[in-house]
């Protein structure tokens, strides 16, 4: 009798600890959720417990009715606020508390296209830069910053951005987020820079043959009536050398920035490439700074004709053949070659045999006065601006071009043009 009082007892005891083990499990579970504190609650805690629970739990339950409602009406706000802002073209960038993004519009994604899915992330694994990071920090804390840019280096590439914030409260009312509104100047400031740049060099170049001038012009007015004659005329084909250079940089500018405009007026003319060719050819090999060079045309006739504009086009072969009579030293060879591709396009090329263009100058002769030997360059009367000029109007043609080349084995620049756009160039009949 004994052993089924206590087997009962102990079975009796084993359902409330098991009933109160449920409960503490659940209440576990809720405490969880509660803490983790944002976002929708899964299950509201069922009354099925002991009965002095029963009021807390109903509490509890209001609780999370509550916190439901809050967590739905704050993704709504957003998905709102996500589908107005969604397609604007400024960046915009929301923040939480902890850093947490919770919006990002397209605009931003193509700011940052490396990071996929901006929503969910921490900032800081975006941008890493400590000023932004402070900036986002003060404007959370309600300072009035004004607009300010910041430089975002991500492994090689920087990027420069413009921003403005304002503090804004989170869509359940309980805590302080930040807005940004946010713009790419990485272009803009490239090009800013570009112009710097270019109205240092142009302003450089310009001064150092226009000082020559001044200075030797200064000591003819003083000394001329005394000075023997030699040395007069010496002075004077000094100042016509350097007058003829400015001469030559301002009209090099002036072309550049010609090709340049919206309107560098070009007439597309059906040309026969391979007669074209040997007419630069004569007339260079009867030049006297071509009389030590050979120059050569290696083209078919089948190559047949170009729709390029007659001026411009004789302008980069003569900036290429120049280039290929003034680096390469005498008895050097040159070719004009021109060849139809399998792909349809029209390949050119000046080739030479001269010393070649170190590779590490390869990928910058194109720019705007640059020069591998600028001593070299000046010497022969170079302005540094003639590739450039051929590059622009290789584009107006709707073509590229490059340089290969080869320490001590000749220089060989390239162009590809289009058989039909933009300069509509077609095949011999
Ligand atoms: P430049 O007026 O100085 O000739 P370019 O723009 O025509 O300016 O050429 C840029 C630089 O490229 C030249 O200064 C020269 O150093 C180099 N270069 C161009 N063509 C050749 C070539 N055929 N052989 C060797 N170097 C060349």
């Not at 339950?61 to 704050?74: F, Y």
């Not at 713009?183 to 000082?211: G, I, Y």
């Amino acid at each position: 009798m004994i052993f089924v009082s206590l087997a009962i007892l102990a079975t009796a005891l084993l359902v409330a600890l098991r009933v109160l083990w449920k409960q503490n499990r659940r209440l576990t579970a809720l405490h969880e959720a509660i803490k983790a504190g944002q976002g929708h609650l899964q299950s509201e805690v069922t009354t099925d417990i002991l009965p002095a629970w029963r009021p807390l739990i109903a509490s509890v339950n209001t609780l999370i009715a509550e916190n439901n409602r809050l967590a739905l009406h704050s993704t709504d706000k957003l998905a709102q606020l996500e589908a107005t802002l969604g397609n604007l073209r400024e960046a915009v960038l929301i923040v939480d508390e902890a850093n947490y993004i919770h919006l990002a519009n397209r605009a931003l994604r193509d700011i940052f296209p490396t990071a996929r899915n901006l929503v969910n992330l921490r900032l800081e694994l975006i941008i890493r830069s400590a000023a932004f990071l402070d900036y986002v920090r003060n404007t959370r804390a309600g300072q009035l910053l004004p607009r300010q840019e910041f430089e975002i280096t991500e492994g090689q590439s920087t990027q420069c951005i413009e921003v403005s914030g304002a503090p804004i409260t989170s869509p359940d009312g309980k805590t302080q987020w930040a807005l940004f509104v946010i713009h790419d100047m990485t272009q803009q400031r490239k090009l800013e820079r570009l112009r710097r740049d270019f109205v240092a060099n142009a302003s450089h170049e310009l001064r150092t043959p226009l000082s020559m001038i001044k200075g030797y012009v200064e000591t003819l007015v003083d000394g001329h009536q005394t000075m023997p004659t030699e040395e007069r005329d010496r002075f004077l084909k000094t100042i016509q050398r350097h007058s003829d250079r400015l001469h030559d940089i301002i009209q090099d500018l002036l072309t550049l920035s010609r090709l340049e405009s919206a309107t560098p007026g070009v007439n597309f003319e059906p040309l026969e490439l391979a007669a074209l060719l040997e007419a630069f050819s004569d007339e260079y090999r009867r030049r006297p700074n071509a009389q030590e060079h050979t120059i050569a045309v290696v083209a078919s006739l089948s190559v047949g004709i170009i729709h390029a504009d007659p001026v411009k086009f004789s302008q980069i072969f003569s900036n290429l053949i120049d280039n290929a009579l003034k680096y390469t030293p005498k008895g050097s060879h040159i070719e004009l070659r021109a060849r139809e591709l399998d792909s349809g396009e029209l390949e050119l090329e000046v080739r030479d045999n001269g010393p070649g263009i170190p590779a590490e100058d390869l990928p910058h002769i194109f720019e705007r006065f640059y020069r591998v030997d600028k001593g070299r360059s000046r010497e022969t009367g170079g302005t540094g601006l003639g590739l450039s000029i051929v590059k622009h109007i290789v584009q107006l043609h709707g073509g590229r071009v490059w340089a290969e080349s080869e320490a001590g084995q000749g220089t060989s620049i390239r162009m590809r043009f289009p058989r039909n756009s933009p300069a509509e160039n077609v095949r011999p009949a």
